[in-house]
C-alpha cells in the first residue's frame, strides 16, 4: 500500500530526532539502508522503519537491488512542508499589512 | 526559563495535528488562548501547553494584557525550519550536480 505524502506526514516524519539525522545523512548522497544503521547504533529494523516513515512523507525513497536497499532524498515532502509555512507567514504579513492600512487611514 | 528555539523543538511542536491546526489559526491573526480553546474542544490547560510548545519552537509568542493572553504569529521558527530544509535540499542538488559533470566527463 502506498501512500501519498502530506502535510501530517512530513511533519510527524521530522518530529523525530533520529529520522531527522536520517535526513541529514541521506543529503549527502544515496546511502544503504544497512550504512545508515551504523552511525545511529540502532537495528537494521528500526531504521528499515524509520525510512518508511521518511518515504511516506516524501521525504526519502528506497528501492532494493538485489539484496540491498537504497536510501536517497526526495523533493516531494520538503516542497510540501515549505510550502504550508510559505503559506503561513504570508497569510500572516498579508493581515501586518491591512492593519498598518488601516492606521494610516486613521492617521 | 527561556528556552531558544532551534530544528528540534519547532519540528517536534509542527509534528502535533492540534498545534499545526493552532499555527493556521493564529496564521490570520492575534487571538486569545480562550478563543483558542473553542474549535479544538479541548481544556484551555490543554492550549496552554500546546502554545507553550508552539512558543518553545518560536512559531507563536503569547504575552498577557491583564487576564488576556493573546498568540500571535513568530517568524523565528518558520525561518530556521524552512532554512534546515533548504539546506538539506541544496546539498543533495549538489551532489547530483556533481554527479552529473563526473559522467559527462566520462562520456
Do not use: Y
Not at 524509520?50 to 526519502?60: K, R, T
Request: aromatic share 4%; proline share 4%.
Amino acid at each position: 500500500m502506498r501512500t501519498a505524502p502530506n502535510i501530517a506526514r512530513v511533519f510527524n516524519a521530522l518530529g523525530d530526532p533520529t529520522r531527522r539525522a536520517i535526513v541529514e545523512r541521506v543529503s549527502q548522497g544515496p546511502v544503504s539502508v544497512s550504512e545508515l544503521a551504523k552511525p545511529f547504533k540502532i537495528t537494521l529494523a528500526a531504521v528499515v522503519q524509520h525510512s518508511q516513515v521518511l518515504e511516506a512523507g516524501g521525504l526519502v525513497r528506497t528501492r532494493k537491488t538485489g539484496r540491498v536497499r537504497t536510501c536517497s532524498l526526495q523533493a516531494k515532502g520538503f516542497d510540501l512542508a515549505t510550502a504550508w509555512m510559505m503559506d503561513r507567514k504570508s497569510l500572516w504579513n498579508r493581515r501586518l499589512d491591512r492593519l498598518g492600512a488601516l492606521l494610516d487611514e486613521e492617521a
